[in-house]
């Protein structure tokens, strides 16, 4: 063993001397110091070695590995290549940085709210931890109510909870503005649901409301028709149905014309050729009073819409999750 290293050190001392040039030295160092080379098998075989031969000959060839790249080093500044550190070319091209870009339903909310604000409507915000009184007893919907069974509340210690509805902002800014009105609030909303490809206990709503002394549902038709219209980028007909929702009365349904197969029937739309999309109808007077107007004197309409779904509905996305991973490769396609 000891013959063998001493061995390879007279040979490499042997070559290293006829080294005259970057290449013969790379040559020498791959053939001394490689993964394959002698020296590393040697090493390698220390395995099946007693412990009293592991110890001094794994020391000797370890002593002997130093010693010839130190003297590989020595030959390279002798030849004026340098260390390693000239290896470091600043002028080399950097990784690209990755851009992240906006949630898709970040643009489409950005979207509603500068069609709207188009249309004279303020853009509101509210806590998304609420008391119960702004969730439900303000909006028509006391303790005994049954229609609170259609949510299912995240429900805090305190007695306080997660707001299951954007419905409480509609208070708050009637509280902070009074009548006339004209308000939507977009915002996330919380259900104690499971979540698959199409729930999620956490999503996106829009609430709107215009409020004045004579609007009506007509009003409602248009401003809806030219939301989805400009959304759409193509004429998008509404209907509405009878619906019950407790803070609005009459209440109502509001469907939009398929626009995957123009009302022919498909799919999405059930093959009605019409897609259901919110909840709407005239505020309720007791809605009104909460708010500290006078349902006398002001009338008016509210609705509120799903963001996901519309965003899903328009990008072709079929798994409401996708918006929640926060996965840049999913974000960066819109
Ligand atoms: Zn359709």
């Known amino acids: 063993m000891q013959a063998k290293l001493d061995q390879i050190k007279a040979s490499f001392q042997k070559e290293l001397l006829s080294v005259s040039n970057e290449d013969s030295l790379r040559e020498i160092e791959i053939k001394y110091l490689g993964r394959k080379c ?20 794994g020391k000797a060839a370890n002593v002997l590995k130093l010693e010839i790249t130190e003297q590989i080093e020595n030959k390279r500044s002798e030849l004026g290549i340098g260390g390693s550190e000239s290896t470091l070319d600043v002028t080399l091209p950097v990784e690209p940085l990755q851009m992240g870009k906006l949630n898709p339903l970040t643009s489409l909310q950005y979207e509603i709210e500068d069609i709207m604000r188009s249309m004279g409507f303020m853009v509101a915000e509210g806590p998304e931890l609420e008391s119960e009184y702004f969730n439900f007893e303000a909006l028509n919907v006391p303790a005994t109510h049954p229609a609170r069974d259609m949510q299912d509340t995240f429900w805090l210690e305190d007695g306080n909870l997660l707001r299951t509805q954007t419905s409480p902002v509609q208070i708050r800014t009637m509280l902070a503005h009074g009548a006339p009105l004209r308000m939507i609030c977009p915002g996330k909303v919380f259900r104690y649901e499971a979540m698959d490809a199409s729930h999620s206990h956490t999503f996106f709503q829009v609430e709107g409301l ?8 007509s009003h409602m038709k248009a401003v ?24 609005v009365e009459p209440g109502m349904e509001l469907d939009f014309s398929c626009l995957l197969c123009g009302g022919k029937g498909c799919r999405v739309c059930k093959h009605t050729g019409w897609v259901e999309f919110m909840g709407c109808g005239m505020v309720h007077p007791k809605v009104l009073e909460a708010g500290h107007i006078d349902p006398k004197k ?27 991973e926060g996965d840049i490769r999913f974000t960066k396609q819109f």
């Open 38 to 57: 002698e020296l590393t098998m040697l090493l390698r075989g220390l395995a099946q070695m007693s412990d009293a031969d592991k110890r001094t000959f």
């Open 210 to 217: 215009m409020l004045d002394e004579d609007t009506n549902i």
């Open 224 to 247: 809806m028709a030219e939301l989805l219209s400009t959304l759409f980028g193509k004429e998008v007909k509404v209907r509405l149905r009878p619906g019950y929702f407790p803070f």
């Open 298 to 324: 002001y009338q008016g309409f509210a609705f509120g819409f799903g963001l996901d779904r519309l965003a899903m509905m328009r990008y072709g996305i079929h798994d409401i999750r996708l918006f929640y």
